[in-house]
């Protein structure tokens, strides 16, 4: 029986072990729709919005380190796509995308809906190609897919002409496996063994890179002495509790939580690639301090700070080949004061200003706290609330935090519905502000069609309030940062989730209680203070600050 060239794709894919392809359908690809349809072993999820059908992808890919695929029709539906793709690539996650283009007769004449798509997302992606012959398909989707997750992950994007999918194809010559993570050479590892024994206060800061080492990592801390830090959005790559854990280097990160990092003399980073927020706006480490950096991607390495010691190799079997070199006396550094200092810190049961135009944020926190277990999902979407997340929630377990470095809003949700469908037997928390949950809160119809039952929180405060912060900082004044007092619990109801409104603290626990008792998507409404922007600002303080 002759194949297809849609068919031997999908088929590759299946034999992969791609599950789940998120999309809003498109005439331009609908033999690869048909394809995935008549698998029961795939599920095709259809959403509302094709940059829900992104972060959807890119949740799964980064909960489960595997690639889901995300796919769109031509320039319209691609484009919409771009935020999901953009969010992919400053993430380093796996994701493959498959997009329909004009027929081959048509490409370069700017037929209907015609861009050049591997071009449009050059910069966002690890791999672009359009595919020339319906009998290569496959070959050229087995090299998109082994891109994914080869050096630094990332989206990898392949265009197909729609005349193409429907015509003759034949299964990939061969399947092209992911290049492995280069081991460490014994000469690098024994360089950064000498440099860790003799530093006096030696750190870590973990990245993406170091995701699910939590056993050989916590091993490594203990026996080099290391004070650990996370990067930022990437607090579950460590238990939060461990003694050595320092904090998260995030978003205005507290001067006395970073005094470790400023002070130390040799500053191991592994796996990442050190943005701009986890290094405090290219302030950290500081000069004179000497870094060694540990990548599967030489091109990070050095590319924000000077180097003592570049080192290419998985961070993990690096990790283990530290271990192994490592002195059997006792480190002497003592870091239980700096971790006291974490823990009360991210305490939100702390003492803190009261909030008068509504629940105070570290409120809603606490109650999470109270009511979802540690191995909780939590997706996060940008804005200023989410600082209370970062502060508050502690990450003990791996692959427990989605959030996107990128600072994507509109992100929790979709991201909390790829997770529930990726993991069924999880629980999923999503964190979002009023701002980012109308940019994709539709979504919670996806998530109701589909039986999956993640828990959203919606801070509303009716303000996009990190740009009302910059605003008041910067001109004392705000403009266009207003949101309505939309009923969203009301908008929920109408997607078919379950919704609750709560104005009060004393409400947040029964109100959870209630959702908890609830099938399918649930939401719940908390009706913030709009002065409280942080933990540490309020709006009223900076708008009548000096200038």
Known sequence: ??????????????????????????????????????????????????????????????????????????????????????????????????????????????????????????????????????????????????????????????????????????????RVPARPGPHPGPAAVAAAAGLLERAARPVVILGEGAQDGHEVLTSLAERYGLGVYTAFRRQDTFPNTHPHYLGHLTLGAAPELLEPLRTADVVLVLGSRLDGVTTQTYALPADGTRVVQVDTQPDTLGSVVPLELAVVADVRAFAAALIEQADPSEPTTDWRDAHARYLAFSDPTAPHDDATGGVHP?????????????????????????????????????????????????????????????????????????????MTGQELETAARYGVEPTVVVFQNLLYGTIAMHQARELRRTGGVDIGPVDLAGFARSLGAAARTVTDTGQLDDALAELRREAGPRVLVVRTDSDVLTPAARLSGLMGARA
């Open 362 to 438: 570290a409120d809603v926190m606490a109650a999470l706290r109270r009511g979802f277990a540690d191995d909780t999902v939590v997706t996060s979407d940008a804005g200023n609330f989410s600082v209370f997340g970062h502060r508050y929630w502690r990450f003990e377990r791996p692959r427990t935090q989605l959030a996107p470095i990128s600072g994507a809003m509109g992100y929790a949700v979709p991201a909390a519905i790829g997770a529930a469908l990726a993991a069924r037997d999880r629980q999923v928390l999503a964190l979002a502000g009023d701002g980012g949950f109308l």
């Open 1 to 174: 029986m002759t194949t297809t060239a849609a068919a031997a794709t999908i088929d590759l894919l299946a034999e992969a072990g791609v599950r789940r392809f998120y999309t809003v359908p498109g005439e331009s690809f609908l033999e690869l729709i048909d394809e995935v349809v008549r698998r029961p072993e795939l599920e095709l999820i259809s959403t509302r919005h094709e940059s829900g059908a992104a972060f959807m992808a890119e949740a799964e890919g980064k909960l489960t380190g595997r690639p889901a695929v995300a796919m769109a029709t031509r320039a319209v539906g691609a484009t919409n796509l771009a935020i999901g793709v953009h969010t992919a690539h400053q993430d380093s996650t796996p994701m493959l995308v498959l997009l329909g283009q004009v027929e081959t007769d048509h490409l370069g004449k700017e037929a209907f809906q015609e861009v050049d798509l591997p071009g449009f997302f050059a910069q966002l992606s690890t791999f672009g190609a359009t595919v020339q012959r319906a009998d290569r398909a496959a070959d050229v989707v087995a090299r998109a897919l082994a891109m994914t997750t080869s050096g630094r992950p990332g989206p990898a994007v392949v265009a197909f002409p729609s005349d193409l999918l429907g015509q003759p194809g034949r299964p990939a010559g061969r």
